[in-house]
């Protein structure tokens, strides 16, 4: 019986002395992270789930605020660009390493809000004006709040030892022709009626160049931990 014992425990002391070693590892390929990003939806962070080697759920929240100079219609502006971007998505990788394709949307309050003085005269609706008539011009462009997306990219997380994993995405989000809402004030004809049919007319041709948001283009880098 002692020569029996002794043998079971003899065999069992290299299971005993790889066990932490194997323990370790399991901690640094945990299932679950979280990670930073920046692209062009803004910086922002995440929160992934590996289901297995080929599924991860990921959630997101981008923001992208930012103020230029924009032309529409002819017309100079200062565009406020304001993007708040929550998403969820699902990347598979299909051959079980870091390439993976991605799906899901994004979701929440995304516009561009638009200031004009005029310098100089300037075309509404087809006629022309003075400075002086058209006072100053206020507008927002307001894109869909849920925007399709789609994407490929390559993120070692969850297919490297260790806790640090990187992340490139290129794609795009998708979405319905954004709503363009226009006003002027503050002129001598900013009132009138006439006036304000031209501007109805004007706020239809920033409609048409703001089309063009239907789709975004989207690449991001970031950096992960797992846990």
Do not use: C
Not at 118 to 134: L, M, S, W
Not at 136 to 145: A, K, N, P
């Amino acid at each position: 019986m002692k020569t029996l014992a002794l043998t079971a425990a003899f065999a069992a002391l290299p299971a005993a002395l790889i066990a932490p070693d194997a323990l370790a590892q399991d901690a640094g390929r945990g299932r679950f992270a979280v990670g930073a990003q920046v692209g062009t939806p803004g910086a922002g962070v995440q929160a992934q789930y590996s289901v297995n080697d080929y599924i991860v759920l990921r959630g997101g929240y981008d923001v992208l605020q930012w103020e230029t100079d924009d032309t529409y219609d002819g017309v100079d502006y200062e565009a406020d660009i304001d993007f708040q971007s929550p998403g969820a998505f699902v990347d598979l990788h299909p051959f079980g390493n870091g390439f993976f394709v991605s799906a899901g949307a994004y979701f929440g309050d995304r516009g561009v809000d638009l200031t004009s003085d005029p310098d100089q005269d300037v075309e509404i609706g087809g006629f022309t004006f003075t400075p002086e008539q058209v006072g100053t011009l206020t507008g927002r462009i307001d894109l869909e709040s849920t925007a399709p997306f789609l994407g490929l990219g390559y993120d070692n997380t969850f297919t490297r030892d260790g806790r640090l994993g990187f992340r490139i995405l290129a794609g795009a989000a998708f979405g319905d022709a954004p709503q363009v809402d226009l006003n002027a004030s503050g002129g001598t004809l900013s009132n009138q009626a006439l006036f304000q049919e031209l501007l109805v007319q004007e706020e239809q041709d920033i409609q048409d160049e703001a089309d063009n948001y239907k789709v975004l283009p989207v690449v991001q880098i970031g950096l992960n931990y797992r846990f």
